[in-house]
């Protein structure tokens, strides 16, 4: 290395000498200004007492341990960073304030020796709500399903309301006390002990809202289901010339709900009695149970109706021969006189309307039997087949026929 370089070299190395020995001196006995700013100053909540005896509580901010300010302090940096966020002190003021929300003013103290230069934020914001109590119906849920023919009955619940306490906004958003009780599986009557749940409209639970009362008595009866026929009684009767094709209820039967030992004594439920005649004209007419003492209906608002189909009854007849009739069991080598089967008789039926009126004379289905009979004179009756009608009267009641060998 040349000697000018070695030179500008040492002259470097003694100039950032001379810089540090000054800086140090500054530093050490010159003492200059200086700032620093701490981040997270946690900030005391003075006065909660007095929110207390005026049935206060704060709602916002919801954990006062988490309040925090950034400040920045001066002074002679010997000071300064002797201090630490610790030394800072940051307060709010609760007292005097009233419901609502509210910006509590900052206040900052620094330690001897140094200044405070800012801060923020110099304002937080407070919400406080008054503390009441209201007295609310306990409502009792279920969960869960009974196995099949059984029902619940009515619960009872004991105390049937409790008293609630919290902020009045809170507690307004309390939608019901539910005690919810399972009932997987149940036969038997329930009475256990539940506790119960304070929730808003949809079901979740509602914080800062409490009650003495943490469970109460539900009773709840457990029922069988019994489905039986529907009995209808009439009263009154038809005109003459007229009668009933059909009378139904609708439903034809009827759940019922009671005590097991009811049950089994109850076969069928039966209306109240019916006029015929009216039901005559009305066709359909909603009608009412006679319920039994210690049963009640499944579905109390379930409707049940009687219809009615009446007819006319009339009467029709006929004028036949033996060649309309059907000959069965006649002897082999045997026939009958050609001029007897032309032996006239009347046949007079009765019957609906609905079913004579388009009733032929071919529909109807006549049978001579001979079994038996052999060569000679015989007095015979003739047999009406599958008749939906009534028979009145058959003229004559017997006939004359003759056999004879072919």
């Known amino acids: ?20 020995v000054l800086w140090s001196y500054v530093m050490s006995e010159v003492n200059p200004m200086w700032t620093e700013e701490y981040r997270s100053v946690k900030v005391n909540v003075l006065n909660q007492a007095s ?50 929300e509210v910006k509590v ?20 914001l407070f919400k406080f709500d008054k503390i009441v109590s209201r007295e609310r119906p306990v409502t009792v ?35 019901k006390v539910v005690a919810t009780v399972d009932v997987t599986g149940i036969t038997d009557d329930i009475d256990v002990n539940v506790p119960i749940r304070l929730v808003d409209d ?29 009995e209808i009684q009439t009263m009154n009767k038809l005109p003459d010339g007229y009668e009933i094709v059909d009378i139904k209820a609708n439903p034809s039967k009827i759940e019922i709900v009671g005590r097991e030992e009811v049950l089994d004594k109850i076969e069928s439920i039966s209306t109240v009695p019916v006029d015929i005649n009216e039901l005559a004209t009305n066709k359909n007419m909603k009608v009412e149970l006679e319920i039994p003492e210690g049963v009640r209906l499944l579905d109390p608002d379930q409707e049940v109706t009687v219809s009615l189909n ?23 080598g045997l026939s009958i006189y050609e001029e007897d089967l032309s032996s006239p008789f009347s046949l007079t039926i009765q019957g609906f309307s609905s079913v004579l009126e388009p009733l032929k004379k071919d529909d109807i289905e006549i049978e001579m039997n001979l079994e038996g009979l052999g060569e000679g004179s015989h007095l015979i009756a003739v047999d009406v087949k599958e008749k939906n009608f009534t028979v009145l009267s058959l003229l004559p009641e017997r006939i004359q026929i003759r056999l004879r060998k072919d």
């Not at 400040?71 to 609760?94: E, F, H, N, P, Y």
């Not at 900052?108 to 923020?120: E, I, N, W």
């Not at 009446?310 to 082999?332: C, H, K, P, W, Y």
């Open 1 to 20: 290395m040349g000697k000018e370089k070695k030179s500008e070299w040492t002259l470097k190395i003694f100039a950032l000498i001379i810089a540090i």
């Open 51 to 100: 929110l207390e005896r005026q049935g206060l509580v704060i709602l916002e901010p919801e954990n006062l341990n988490d309040i925090d300010i950034r400040v920045s302090i001066t002074g002679r940096r010997s000071d300064v960073i002797k201090i630490s966020a610790d030394d800072i002190i940051a307060q709010v003021d609760l007292s005097g304030y009233g419901t609502g």
């Open 105 to 124: 003013p900052v206040y900052v103290h620094v330690p001897v020796g140094v200044s405070l230069k800012d801060y923020s934020p110099k304002e937080i």
């Open 141 to 175: 849920e279920t969960a869960g399903e009974l196995p099949d023919g059984y029902v619940l009955g009515t619960p009872t619940v004991k105390p049937q309301s409790v008293v609630v306490e919290g902020p009045s906004t809170w507690l307004n958003s309390l939608s």
């Open 202 to 230: 949809d079901g979740n639970s509602v914080r800062g809202i409490s009650t003495k009362q943490s469970s109460v008595d539900v009773t709840i009866p457990v029922y069988r289901v019994k489905s039986v026929p529907i």
């Open 310 to 332: 009446v007819e006319e009854i009339v009467s029709r007849s006929f004028d036949f021969t033996l060649r309309d009739v059907q000959i069965v069991n006649l002897g082999a």
